[in-house]
């Protein structure tokens, strides 16, 4: 019979490989796997719709929810999830010792509307009292010049955010003191280069994550699998075929990460790096499904409109394909 051939742009991540190589494949679809770093996966599916199915910015694909014909359509799958205290540097000359000192700063990010800033700027103010409001944010190429918003925003007055120029990266603005802090996805290049004059707000973030993790339960989610919509209007079926098969090659990657015979990462304590976070998270901490996800889910949908980034609060079911909500049983 003749399968459906269906482009995928994803970074190659462990729980991604089985479908990259072939090993797990979706029930009725061929897989053109392109393993692509995720600004360019973005870029290319935001402003192009170049794939048929893609890796996405969270808040991205929350963003375009908001159009008046939106053009993708997301599964509960989630490639990228990450804890973000370790990502708020700041500047040697910024004098700011303590997240409270954020307020009134001038912040840096790459795009107003990336997840990471968005979960930073919630996670500030639910559990340090920072209004998103109380600072001005700059934004533009973290290391190099003329990046800008790949979504045109419509961002209410109550918050301040300005372009930096055109010459101008928030790397060098940040070790040379011209922004206090940066709110980023990647460690800016000073850090490691210029680590006398850039600085994480966090040290200790591992323990302070563990914190969070432990009072809120949420593994904050980064990126989505979207679909296009005309795909999947013309295919309703791809939805729960492709989730299904992301389930299954993340589950051998559970599987691979536990094997000590031979040691399927460069990590020499990944066991016991596994067995710590089996520990603390249980053993599917990195759950897929818009169930298992909810409440981090709503958060994130919370802080997205608190942010002025969407007129109202989404809800999860209006997020993902109806298909993957269920399934059948025998």
């Known amino acids: 019979m003749t399968r459906l051939n269906l482009s995928l742009a994803c970074w190659g991540y462990d729980r991604t490989e089985a479908l990259q190589t072939g090993l797990v494949r979706p029930d009725g679809i061929d897989l053109n796997f392109q393993a692509l770093d995720v600004e360019e996966t973005f870029f290319r599916m935001l402003r192009n719709k170049e794939f048929d199915v893609a890796e996405l910015s969270m808040s991205s694909y929350c963003v375009t929810l908001g159009r008046e014909d939106p053009p993708f359509i997301a599964i509960p799958v989630f490639p990228s999830r990450f804890f973000r205290h370790s990502c708020i540097f700041v500047s040697a000359k910024s004098g700011i010792e303590k997240p409270q000192d954020l307020v009134g700063k001038r912040v ?37 010049p003329g990046r800008e918003e790949k979504l045109k925003l419509n961002l209410p007055d109550t918050f301040k955010v300005e372009p930096i120029g055109p010459t101008q990266t928030l790397t060098r603005m940040l070790a040379d003191g011209e922004i206090d802090a940066l709110h980023t996805a990647r460690a800016p290049s000073t850090f490691y280069s210029e680590p006398d004059k850039v600085r994480r707000l966090f040290p200790d973030f591992v323990d302070v994550e563990k914190a969070y993790y432990a009072k809120t339960g949420i593994f904050p989610i980064m990126h989505v699998v979207a679909i296009r919509r005309e795909v999947y209007e013309k295919h309703r079926w791809v939805a729960q075929a492709l989730y299904k098969a992301f389930c299954e090659a993340q589950k051998l990657t559970y599987e691979q990460l536990q094997v ?65 909500f269920s399934e059948f049983v025998i």
């Not at 700027?121 to 998103?132: F, M, N, S, V």
């Not at 015979?261 to 020499?268: D, G, H, I, Y």
């Not at 710590?276 to 997205?304: L, S």
Request: no cysteine; charged share 20%.
């Open 108 to 144: 840096g990010v790459p795009e107003y509307q990336m997840t990471a800033p968005v979960w930073i700027r919630g996670i500030l103010q639910d559990e340090y009292g920072i209004d998103p409001a109380s600072v001005t944010y700059v934004t533009g190429g973290e290391e190099t």
């Open 260 to 324: 000590s015979a031979s040691l399927k990462t460069m990590l020499p304590w990944q066991i016991a790096m596994v067995e710590d976070t089996i520990a603390t998270m249980g053993h599917n901490w990195w759950p897929y499904g818009a169930g298992p996800n909810r409440h981090v889910i709503e958060t994130f949908t919370r802080y997205h409109h608190e942010q002025g980034l969407s007129p109202r609060q989404l809800t999860v079911e209006e997020m993902f394909a109806p298909e993957t």
